[in-house]
T-cell receptor, first 113, second 111 residues
Framework: GAGVSQSPRYKVAKRGQDVALRCDPISGHVSLFWYQQALGQGPEFLTYFQNEAQLDKSGLPSDRFFAERPEGSVSTLKIQRTQQEDSAVYLC???????????FGPGTRLTVT | LAKTTQPISMDSYEGQEVNITCSHNNIATNDYITWYQQFPSQGPRFIIQGYKTKVTNEVASLFIPADRKSSTLSLPRVSLSDTAVYYCLVYSGAGSYQLTFGKGTKLSVIP
């Protein structure tokens, strides 16, 4: 079946604009994760959903970042009033319940100018 | 979460076996050692996971000594397509199941 997909693959935003990044997890995967990856660094955890419940949002860097997964499948990461330091690749991963292997999407590269 | 330390970069010729060692001195009893691979412009991909001794799959082997304070990822007969960043992670499997990545080891395979 299809893997994790993310859209758009590339996004350029002017500072101050709001952006929305979409993640389509593997069908049936209960858990969904968002990570942020700066250039030359490893991914850093942002937030975690189990079905529609956001169980951990400890990695969100500021209250400008908001994530949702209203029906327990597709998730959206929203960044309000983007800043240059938000420029990064945003990765989404999903996994089945009780499974430790996370399946990552290709990421969305966000550039804030 | 236990911190991991691994070399920043490694070079290898095609056809050689590559061993990447990772230290995780503060690993907890319930922690597992997990390795992911990441190619440019792609998300990380799971390679292998182990708790102790040796684990082997079709891609790699993972060696974990008895004290579990380190682990070695072994890639047999690497090819150019194995050029990637390899991340060693300690996975607790508790709480939110988040993965904590370090900077990884950039492996360059030379023809």
């Amino acid at each position: 079946g299809a893997g994790v997909s993310q859209s758009p693959r590339y996004k350029v935003a002017k500072r101050g604009q709001d952006v929305a990044l979409r993640c389509d997890p593997i069908s049936g995967h209960v858990s969904l994760f968002w990570y942020q990856q700066a250039l030359g660094q490893g991914p850093e955890f942002l937030t975690y959903f189990q079905n529609e419940a956001q169980l951990d949002k400890s990695g969100l860097p500021s209250d400008r970042f908001f994530a949702e997964r209203p029906e327990g499948s597709v998730s959206t990461l929203k960044i309000q009033r983007t800043q240059q330091e938000d420029s990064a690749v945003y990765l989404c991963a999903s996994t089945g319940l009780g499974n430790y292997e996370q399946y990552f999407g290709p990421g969305t590269r966000l550039t804030v100018t | 979460l236990a911190k991991t330390t691994q070399p920043i970069s490694m070079d290898s010729y095609e056809g050689q076996e590559v061993n990447i060692t990772c230290s995780h001195n503060n690993i907890a009893t319930n922690d597992y050692i997990t390795w992911y691979q990441q190619f440019p412009s792609q998300g990380p991909r799971f390679i292998i996971q182990g708790y102790k001794t040796k684990v082997t799959n079709e891609v790699a082997s993972l060696f974990i000594p008895a004290d579990r304070k380190s682990s070695t990822l072994s890639l047999p007969r690497v090819s150019l397509s194995d050029t990637a960043v390899y991340y060693c992670l300690v996975y607790s499997g508790a709480g939110s199941y988040q993965l904590t990545f370090g900077k990884g080891t950039k492996l360059s395979v030379i023809p």
